[in-house]
């Protein structure tokens, strides 16, 4: 799963992206692309929104890699989030985008995930592919 947030200003209208690429073996199986977005939002909510939306449309199970540019999104969920569920999803001058953390944490824990982060803008072509579908998604509320 390759996903990727996009914002025009920060705070501003935002998208965010998904490719998502069954394999077997090396050879590509299937593929789908998701794409969404909001009028008034930050590039860290559409960065959670498109690792979210991708781990809750697969309705089965999985062993699978999430691929983000957004170290926000591999650190918090690698690293941070457990000291945020001890502390009762607080911490010290407060925690942004708690409920989506919540519920990334959640869709993470129907599979097993690993997260990877690539340098966004490198020529990765499916890292370049979410980030069309999060300009896409954005589009709609960009004046």
Same mark, same amino acid.
């Given at each position: 799963?390759?996903? +990727?947030? $996009?914002?025009?200003?920060?705070?501003?209208?935002? *998208?965010?992206? #998904?490719?998502?690429?069954?394999? &077997?073996? /090396?050879? #590509?199986?299937? &593929?789908?692309? @998701?794409?969404?977005?909001?009028? &008034?939002? %930050?590039?860290?909510?559409?960065? @959670?929104? $498109? $690792?979210?939306? $991708? @781990?809750?449309?697969?309705?089965?199970?999985?062993?699978?890699? #999430? !691929? %983000?540019?957004?170290?926000? #999104?591999?650190?918090?969920? %690698?690293? =941070?989030v457990h000291?945020?569920?001890?502390? *009762? =999803?607080?911490?010290?001058?407060?925690?942004?985008?708690? /409920?989506? =953390?919540?519920?990334? +944490?959640a869709a993470?824990?129907?599979?097993? !995930?690993?997260?990877? =982060? !690539?340098? *966004?803008?490198?020529?990765?072509? /499916?890292? &370049?592919?979410?980030?069309? @579908?999060?300009?896409? *998604?954005?589009?709609?509320?960009?004046?």
């Amino acid at each position: 799963i390759w996903t +990727d947030g $996009a914002c025009s200003g920060n705070p501003g209208p935002g *998208g965010w992206g #998904v490719l998502l690429i069954a394999r &077997e073996g /090396e050879r #590509v199986r299937k &593929e789908r692309e @998701l794409s969404g977005g909001e009028p &008034e939002t %930050t590039n860290n909510r559409m960065e @959670l929104m $498109a $690792a979210i939306t $991708a @781990l809750e449309t697969l309705s089965d199970a999985a062993r699978i890699t #999430v !691929v %983000t540019d957004s170290a926000y #999104v591999k650190d918090g969920i %690698t690293k =941070w989030v457990h000291g945020w569920k001890r502390n *009762g =999803w607080k911490k010290k001058g407060g925690l942004k985008n708690a /409920e989506l =953390w919540q519920r990334l +944490d959640a869709a993470r824990d129907r599979h097993d !995930v690993t997260w990877e =982060w !690539v340098k *966004g803008h490198a020529g990765h072509p /499916e890292n &370049e592919r979410a980030d069309e @579908l999060a300009r896409q *998604g954005m589009a709609p509320f960009k004046g």
